[in-house]
């Protein structure tokens, strides 16, 4: 049986569509270091990128404290979004991509909606998605489980079989096949191709490429 076409793009939205993780990334390693929390890059990887705030508190808790934990976390958001504003940027290639993918898209993505309002505006990509952005925090579990690409599909009314998710990291894409759905591994930000790789993922370096992917897939049909 040849596969469902491709009707629905969903995309992650940091490190995906803005270039944030970087960011996030940086500051996020040095403030737990400063409080004795030293984290390889591929460590921190492992543990906090790609899943929401809610599944990542319980694991700074416990190694910080509550109170130190707070402190953590005030400090993050404040240099988060200092830096947002001056340097944030479009993943590069992403606004070429955009432009030639003619199928019906969608932001599913582990941050709340006052950040991704926050970056997609910074990214002039908010009106694009508007009415289409949605976040972990709407359902009961965050990547890698299913719950939050299977909810925007059934808000938008598209089988799961019908989706093809563009993710940046290994909770994504992992929520992306536990869904059903297609999924796409963008190894040129800050994860490595070995840890997007597995069944059911195209993993790809340069968003540039992803129209002619997504094109390929629609060709296998």
């Not at 990128?49 to 005030?74: F, K, N």
């Not at 200092?82 to 969608?106: F, N, R, W």
Request: net charge negative; proline share 6%.
């Amino acid at each position: 049986m040849a596969p469902t076409p491709i009707q629905l793009v969903i995309f992650d939205c940091d490190g995906v569509l803005v270039d944030s993780e970087r960011l996030a990334l940086r500051i996020s390693m040095a403030g737990l270091a400063r409080r004795g929390w030293q984290l390889t890059e591929g460590e921190f990887l492992e543990q906090f990128v790609g899943r929401s705030e809610a599944s990542i508190r319980p694991a700074l808790v416990a190694r910080l404290g509550e109170q130190v934990a707070d402190q953590w976390d005030e400090e993050f958001r404040r240099q988060l979004a200092t830096a947002i504003d001056q340097e944030l940027q479009p993943v590069p290639g992403i606004l070429q991509a955009l432009q030639e993918i003619s199928i019906p898209s969608c932001v599913a993505s582990s941050s709340g909606h006052p950040h991704l309002k926050r970056v997609l505006g910074v990214a002039g990509l908010y009106e694009r998605f508007e009415g289409r952005i949605f976040s972990a925090t709407e359902v009961a579990h965050g990547k890698p489980a299913p719950d939050l690409f299977l909810h925007a599909a059934r808000r938008l009314g598209v089988e799961p079989s019908a989706c093809a998710v563009v993710e940046d990291s290994g909770h994504g894409v992992a929520a992306a096949r536990a869904a059903g759905m297609r999924a796409f591994g963008f190894a040129g930000g800050i994860t490595p191709v070995e840890r997007l790789a597995g069944p059911g993922t195209v993993v790809f370096i340069d968003m540039r490429e992803l129209p002619g992917l997504l094109g390929q897939a629609e060709g296998a049909n």
